[in-house]
């Protein structure tokens, strides 16, 4: 079945290491989402790419980067996280960008900061 | 400012009907959204409307009215899988996603 993945589901780390986390689809769809998510909020949107065009939220730290090495695969890394920076981060996709296609979400990655 | 306001917590008892409201304001608007959550999961989508009135999938039926920036989500004969968080999203004139913090639903024997 055509699906996004995340692993690893759930990762811990600790203050300041660098922690990377990753996404990959086979839906073959243009654009791939990452949000963080924090317990009974809304997902916020940190950046998207739309095939090889990134774009940053303005207010998404500094801390946070992404990587799109090809259309299968994006990356999150958290520089230097801080304990506010523990949240569930979950990986979307959807076909084209500009339109009202639905975005298929992955299982998420729940990081935790220690 | 774009904001999505919905109830934070419901309860309802199993094989009844529930209506989870949300109401929305955005710059510009592209259609409405709901997902629903599971504790720990990945939003999955459940609905789409564009155009005022009411969409019928099943179980689950949702309606907008884009005059009053008003749409709900109704659930019929629910069952206890039904308990999740149910996020309504409005898309708006740059088809931005802009989230609601989700309501959870509680389902009762």
């Known amino acids: 079945d055509a699906m996004v993945i995340q692993n690893p589901r759930y990762q811990v780390t600790q203050f300041g290491k660098p922690v990377t986390l990753s996404c990959s689809q086979t839906?073959?769809?243009?654009?791939m989402y990452w949000y963080q998510q924090k317990s009974s909020q809304a997902p916020k949107l940190l950046f998207h790419?739309?095939?090889?065009?990134?774009?940053n939220e303005a207010d998404t730290p500094d801390n946070f980067q992404s990587r799109r090495p090809n259309t299968s695969f994006c990356f999150l890394d958290i520089r230097s996280p801080g304990l506010g920076d523990a949240a569930m981060y979950l990986c979307?996709?959807?076909?084209?960008?500009?339109?009202?296609?639905?975005?298929?979400f992955g299982p998420g990655t729940r990081l935790t900061v220690t | 400012g774009q904001n999505i306001d919905q109830p934070t917590e419901m309860t309802a008892t199993e094989g009844a009907i529930v209506q989870i409201n949300c109401t929305y304001q955005?710059?510009?608007?592209?259609?409405l959204f709901w997902y629903q959550q599971h504790a720990g999961e990945a939003p999955t989508f459940l609905s789409y409307n564009v155009l005022d009135g009411l969409e019928e999938k099943g179980r689950f039926s949702s309606f907008l009215s884009r005059s009053k920036g008003y749409s709900y989500l109704l659930l019929k004969e629910l069952q206890m899988k039904d308990s999740a968080s149910y996020l309504c999203?409005?898309?708006?004139?740059?088809?931005?996603?802009?989230w609601g913090a989700g309501t959870k639903l509680i389902i009762k024997p």
């Open positions: 999203a409005a898309m708006d004139s740059n088809y931005q996603l802009i």
């Open positions: 839906l073959n769809h243009n654009v």
């Open positions: 979307a996709t959807s076909k084209q960008t500009g339109n009202t296609d639905e975005q298929y």
């Open positions: 790419y739309y095939d090889k065009d990134f774009n």
């Open positions: 955005t710059s510009g608007f592209n259609g």
